[in-house]
């Protein structure tokens, strides 16, 4: 409750509080507001003081940016190049298989002395392997979650259906095709590398490859699966070596064609390569 505010006046500006301004005055009337009641003074009428907000710790700026879809698309291209590298030397050097069993074995233990003696025995292939591991588990990770992505941007599909036409075969089976290979490749490394499971045979000797593969490609079934995880793997990279270069910001319509040859050349050499070796061992032409 407030009270009635009193103007008081000095000499002869007091006319001013009755509203009689006199011709001669001079002084300004000042007015005491009067103060509220109930009204607190003091600490008390600022209330509670504010909670102190928590600094939220930044957090490193290449897990902000794996976090989008521009980063996931990068990380995807950046392994992509890596995995592409090592399949192409890998089919390379399974090359000497034509050179002979001696050849091809030395090949193999040349891979396990590199770097020595400076690092242990095997410890630069280990490293290699380590490296393509880290390679593929983010390839996988960011190619999965980048779908998930895209399923969360556009939670109801398509009205009318996708338009296949506008994409390729190979585009298409992108997804099921690497998940095919991935379980292919647990196949392939416990025959050739491990030595272990259904996947490998009786004969199977560490140390010698050439004996190894040729035991292996002599089982028909093993041998057509090769054939077809590898026409696969070429339809993979088709795909993948076409579209790295649009994921890391090179694309350019002047230059669509060199990118699709280049894609076209890169997956034939590797499927015909790949799929040489189990068709000379079962027409015999390695043995």
């Known amino acids: 409750m407030a009270r009635p505010s009193a103007c008081h006046g000095i000499g002869p500006a007091a006319p001013f509080?009755?509203?009689?301004?006199?011709?001669?005055?001079?002084?300004?009337?000042?007015?005491v507001r009067p103060r509220r009641v109930g009204m607190h003074t003091?600490?008390?009428?600022?209330?509670?003081?504010?909670?102190?907000?928590?600094?939220?710790?930044?957090?490193?700026?290449l897990l902000d940016f794996y976090g989008s879809a521009v980063g996931k698309k990068a990380v995807m291209a950046v392994t992509g190049i890596l995995l592409l590298g090592f399949v192409l030397a890998h089919m390379l050097g399974n090359l000497h298989l034509y050179e002979g069993s001696e050849k091809m074995n030395h090949y193999g233990?040349?891979?396990?002395?590199?770097?020595?003696?400076?690092?242990?025995?095997?410890?630069?292939?280990?490293?290699l392997r380590t490296g393509l591991i880290l390679a593929l588990v983010l390839h996988i990770h960011s190619a999965v979650t980048l779908t998930l992505m895209n399923r969360q941007s556009r939670p109801v599909g398509y009205k009318g259906g996708r338009d296949y036409l506008a994409a390729n075969y190979a585009a298409r089976t992108m997804r099921w095709s690497g998940i095919i290979i991935a379980f292919y490749l647990l196949f392939h490394l416990s025959d050739l590398t491990w030595g272990t499971g259904i996947a490998a045979t009786d004969e199977f000797t560490?140390?010698?490859?050439?004996?190894?593969?040729?035991?292996?490609?002599?089982?028909?079934?093993?041998?057509?699966?090769?054939?077809?995880?590898?026409v696969l793997l070429g339809l993979h990279i088709y795909h993948g070596a076409w579209s790295l270069f649009q994921s890391l910001g090179w694309a350019n319509p002047r230059f669509n064609h060199w990118r699709r040859g280049f894609a076209i050349v890169f997956a034939a050499i590797i499927v015909v390569g790949n799929v040489s070796f189990p068709v000379a061992v079962m027409t015999g032409l390695v043995e």
Do not use: M
């Open 17 to 31: 509080a009755r509203g009689i301004p006199p011709a001669h005055a001079s002084v300004r009337p000042f007015c």
């Open 42 to 61: 003091g600490s008390a009428a600022r209330g509670p003081k504010p909670l102190r907000q928590r600094r939220v710790r930044p957090r490193f700026w």
């Open 109 to 127: 233990e040349y891979l396990r002395t590199i770097g020595s003696p400076i690092l242990p025995h095997s410890g630069a292939l280990w490293a």
């Open 206 to 230: 560490r140390g010698e490859p050439y004996q190894n593969l040729v035991a292996s490609f002599q089982r028909e079934p093993v041998a057509i699966l090769y054939i077809v995880a590898n």
